[in-house]
């Protein structure tokens, strides 16, 4: 048995990693607050604590929202609802046999060295007992990306309902009312389009979120017009550069927002857009920054979330830095972690795994991170010196920094090719090694010609990271589920 590991949290991070470190052989106790596994997607009521809506549908599909040795049952639906998400997580938990290493109800108030410095003292109340205490050789945190709700400071002065996305449980609490909805994320368009048939007047009122269509100008037309004329082909090429241009921009620092019914409720007069908020006057009169007025009864502020360290004082960063000056931060000091996950002087015992994103699944990056970890906690594989660490972590910082100067960033936002070709080598999943252009990869294409052309070609699927020998364990399922998923997608 190795050694005795705490995992904070048992939403979709928190299961996995449970799963990789005992896959690992670890001693691993996952400690979660609530009453149930899957975090997030256990739907509650409870205005105090974040979860997906009733009738929220996952943005990405099925293909991508999995973990790499898991398929979802034959026959979901290619998007499922967050109650099928949940139902695929707690059957997860149940195949792999996690719920006995689970204590639910059972939250960590904090993180502490013990008094000879060996451990971590894990500070624990189950939801009626008193204060316990646990010691642990090492700690994952997967305590979930949104800590803490981010409001607007200017929205203070509202004298009517004002709430923050998280508090928004059923839309028919806003029957007959004029709202609007601030923020153009998923969460907006989710709770704006759930609001209609419900709410009297819906505002979306966003500060960015142009159509795609606005990028086509009349030069743009007359240029693709005359290249047509001479060349379809090439019309077409530069057609497709101009909206992958457009897709680069999007999905650059944001997760795109993904609604069925978003642009038709617009186009219908149901939700009708608006500029930002600039001021509340009165009572319930709220002015736009293009000078416009409404007269609204509720405020829903869709305006993403914080980060939140405070669980763990030791390595908490106060200080200002040149991120959180910036203007389109979150203003506040970006936490010091070697590959968003190790803080250097603790990479031996501390891992955040709450603290990276990209627009890709989230299964398949908490799968991969989690990975990972476990070989380099193992032993497997090894991390730079503290001193190279830290130099990783300022090119971050400098690279975030510049980034946001242009645009708002999330503070987790990674560096994609970079970051996964390192959890690649550090999970040993054989991808970087067969996969691509170089000798390997094309060593691979002559021996497996179909499965190189699938995964090349074919659905990026999770399980590919399963499939060849390397250091975490293979899934003996995953030649026959990568066939299947890409049978399935050429059948749609
Ligand atoms: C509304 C919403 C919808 C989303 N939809 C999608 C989607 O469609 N597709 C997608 O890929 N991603 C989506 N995401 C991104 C989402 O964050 C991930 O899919 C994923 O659910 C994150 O899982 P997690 O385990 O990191 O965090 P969470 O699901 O937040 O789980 C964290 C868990 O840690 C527990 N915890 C926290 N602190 C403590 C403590 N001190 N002690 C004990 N337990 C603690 C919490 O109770 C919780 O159960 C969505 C996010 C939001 C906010
Ligand atoms: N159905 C789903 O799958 C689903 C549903 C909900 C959420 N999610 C996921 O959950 C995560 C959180 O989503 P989210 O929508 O809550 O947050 P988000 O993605 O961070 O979006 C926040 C939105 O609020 C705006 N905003 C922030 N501060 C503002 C201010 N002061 N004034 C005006 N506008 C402001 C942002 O505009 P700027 O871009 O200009 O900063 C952005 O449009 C995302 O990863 C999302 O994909 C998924």
Redesign the pocket.
């Known amino acids: 048995m190795g050694s005795k590991i705490a995992v904070i949290g048992a939403g979709v991070t928190g299961l996995v990693t449970l799963k990789n470190l005992l896959e690992e052989s670890f001693d691993v106790t996952a400690f979660e607050g609530r009453h149930a596994i899957g975090g997030l997607w256990k739907y509650t009521s409870d205005g105090g604590i974040l979860s997906?809506?009733e009738m929220?549908?996952?943005?990405?599909s099925r293909f991508e929202v999995s973990y790499t040795d898991f398929p979802y049952p034959e026959g979901s639906p290619i998007f499922p609802s967050?109650a099928e998400v949940q139902n695929y997580l707690e059957s997860y938990a149940y195949n792999f046999d996690l719920l006995p290493h689970i204590q639910l109800q059972m939250k960590v108030l904090k993180v502490v060295r013990n008094h000879d410095d060996t451990k971590w003292t894990l500070h624990l109340r189950d939801r009626n007992g008193p204060e316990t205490t646990d010691d642990f050789d090492k700690v994952a945190f997967c305590s979930g990306?949104?800590g803490r709700p981010?409001?607007?400071?200017?929205?203070s002065l509202f004298k009517g309902e004002l709430i923050h996305?998280?508090q928004f449980k059923k839309p028919s609490k806003f029957k007959g009312k004029a709202v609007v909805v601030?923020?153009?994320?998923?969460?907006?368009?989710?709770i704006a389009t759930a609001l209609v048939g419900h709410a009297s007047k819906i505002y979306l009122?966003?500060?960015?979120?142009r159509p795609g269509d606005l990028a086509i100008t009349r030069r743009v037309l007359d240029f693709r017009y005359t290249l047509n004329a001479i060349s379809p082909i090439a019309s077409e090429g530069f057609f497709n550069m101009v909206i992958q241009s457009l897709t680069k921009r999007a999905s650059m620092c944001?997760?795109?927002?993904?609604?069925d019914n978003l642009c038709s409720h617009l186009e219908d007069g149901s939700i009708i857009s608006k500029h930002?908020?600039k001021k509340f006057v009165g009572q319930n009169t709220i002015t736009f920054t293009d000078s416009t007025t409404a007269e609204i009864d509720a405020l829903i502020?869709?305006?993403?979330?914080t980060r939140d360290f405070t669980l763990i004082p030791e390595l908490r960063t106060t200080e200002r830095d040149a991120w959180s000056e910036k203007p389109?931060s979150d203003g506040q000091p970006l936490p010091r972690l070697y590959q968003n996950i190790f803080p250097p002087s603790r990479s031996d015992s501390i891992a955040f795994l709450n603290n990276f994103?990209f627009s890709t699944g989230?299964m398949l990056i908490a799968d991969l991170a989690s990975m990972a970890l476990a070989q380099v906690w193992k032993g497997n594989s090894q991390l730079p010196s503290v001193g190279e660490m830290n130099q990783q972590i300022d090119a971050h910082h400098a690279w975030l920094t510049k980034l946001v100067e242009r645009?708002?960033v999330?503070s987790d936002f990674v560096q994609e090719e970079s970051w996964l070709r390192w959890c690649h080598d550090a999970a040993g999943t054989g991808i970087n090694e067969n996969l691509g252009y170089r000798l390997a990869g094309w060593g691979f294409w002559a021996r497996e010609r179909k499965l190189s052309g699938l995964l090349m070609g074919g659905v990026e699927t999770p399980f590919a990271i399963r499939f060849f020998d390397g250091k975490r364990k293979k899934w003996a399922g995953a030649r026959q589920a990568i066939i299947d998923v890409n049978k399935e997608v050429s059948r749609l």
């Not at 929220?56 to 990405?60: A, C, D, E, G």
């Not at 944001?254 to 609604?259: A, K, L, M």
Request: proline share 4%.
């Open positions: 997906v809506l929220t549908i996952s943005n990405k967050g990306e949104w981010k409001m607007p400071v200017s929205v996305a998280q601030l923020g153009i994320g998923n969460n907006a368009a989710d009122a966003h500060r960015d979120g944001h997760q795109p927002t993904v609604s930002n908020v502020c869709c305006t993403g979330f389109k994103n989230y645009e708002t999330h």
